[in-house]
């Protein structure tokens, strides 16, 4: 089993940045790992992806904003948040694709953005 271990949440006022990192317990390196947000009373979306050999894909909505990227030294995934918009309000949770067509899910991480 795999556990993922989210931080880096908080308040920020508009057009400010946050940086979420999510942290496994065992080596990343081989595995595609992303994130999914949740906004208040709204589905869960896919924001970023990122893939062992290090290919990302964002949403639409991310784009030119949010950086996904991992540290496999560190076993962890970030997710750099810039330009930060009050409709980016969500708690965000990471993934990881494991073997055997298993999915280990974070407890995710609630990002506020409001002034």
């Known amino acids: 089993q795999v556990q993922l271990v989210e931080s880096g949440g908080g308040w920020v006022q508009p057009g400010g940045s946050l940086r979420l990192s999510c942290t496994a317990s065992?080596?990343?390196?081989?595995?595609?790992m992303g994130w999914y947000s949740q906004a208040p009373g709204k589905q869960r979306e896919l924001v970023a992806t990122?893939?062992?050999?290090?290919?990302?894909n964002y949403a639409d909505s991310v784009k030119g904003r949010f950086t996904i990227a991992h540290d496999n030294a560190k076993n962890t995934v970030y997710l750099h948040m810039n330009s930060l918009k009050p409709e980016d309000t969500a708690v965000y949770s990471c993934?990881?694709?494991?073997?055997?067509?298993?999915?280990?899910w974070g407890r995710g991480t609630l990002v506020t953005v409001s002034s």
């Open positions: 993934y990881a694709d494991w073997c055997f067509g298993i999915t280990y």
């Open positions: 065992r080596s990343i390196g081989r595995y595609a």
């Open positions: 990122i893939t062992s050999g290090g290919s990302t």
